[in-house]
């Protein structure tokens, strides 16, 4: 009974490939977010969704695309692959009240781009 | 912009030692902060969230304070164990819908 799921576990892929990470969550919440892990641990958001709308969009490249297809999907699709693309990608959700809730975080997809 | 330090970096005790992490952001008009945990190649798991109105929150052996007017929190751990052996992450709410930014971590390691 995973909570929150992601696709693939690990990713290795030549540079300009395109790729695309799942997630899924079955917890009924109203909002999932996109997070980028770099080498140096440091997380950072990259995207938050609200019942399927864009709510946040930090300072991402636009190679970056999110989707979601419905409430409890939240995909993230990345064009032109780069090298300083290889990070760790945690998927995230929340029920969706704002700055009240905890977020359960996915496991993790590790991206490494050759 | 929030910027968000946790000293130390690492950590090493021997375990049934009490320990304290700390964490400091800049922005302290935070709504609420979060500490996770995180296992080597795993995920991050949600250990407690401290709404901005209250001073701290308790969870079996962890406690965590918040002062949000000098812009700072604690994560106490008490009679540590080789299990709690993991990287502690802060994550103070900044705004906008739960606009999260996370420390680098305090890497903790409990030796049996």
């Known amino acids: 009974d995973t909570a929150v799921s992601q696709t693939p576990k690990y990713l290795v892929t030549q540079m300009g490939n395109d790729k695309s990470i799942k997630c899924e969550q079955n917890?009924?919440?109203?909002?999932m977010y996109w997070y980028k892990q770099d080498s140096k641990k440091f997380l950072k958001i990259m995207f938050s969704y609200n019942n399927k709308e864009l709510i946040i969009n930090e300072t991402v490249p636009n190679r970056f695309s999110p989707k979601s297809p419905d409430k409890a999907h939240l995909n993230l699709h990345i064009n032109s692959l780069e090298l300083g693309d290889s990070a760790v990608y945690f998927c995230?959700?929340?029920?969706?009240?704002?700055?009240?809730?905890?977020?359960?975080f996915g496991p993790g997809t590790r991206l490494t781009v050759l | 912009k929030q910027e968000v330090t946790q000293i130390p970096a690492a950590l090493s005790v021997p375990e049934g030692e009490n320990l304290v992490l700390n964490c400091s952001f800049t922005d302290s008009a935070i709504y609420n902060l979060q500490w996770f945990r995180q296992d080597p190649g795993k995920g991050l798991t949600s250990l407690l969230l401290?709404?901005?109105?209250?001073r701290e929150q308790t969870s079996g052996r962890l406690n965590a304070s918040l002062d949000k007017s000098s812009g700072r929190s604690t994560l106490y751990i008490a009679a540590s164990q080789p299990g709690d052996s993991a990287t502690y992450l802060c994550?103070?709410?900044?705004?906008?819908?739960?606009?999260?930014?996370f420390g680098t971590g305090t890497k903790l390691q409990v030796i049996p």
């Open positions: 401290i709404q901005s109105s209250q």
């Open positions: 994550a103070p709410d900044s705004g906008g819908y739960q606009k999260v930014t």
């Open positions: 995230a959700s929340s029920p969706g009240a704002p700055q009240a809730d905890t977020q359960y």
């Open positions: 917890l009924g919440h109203d909002t």
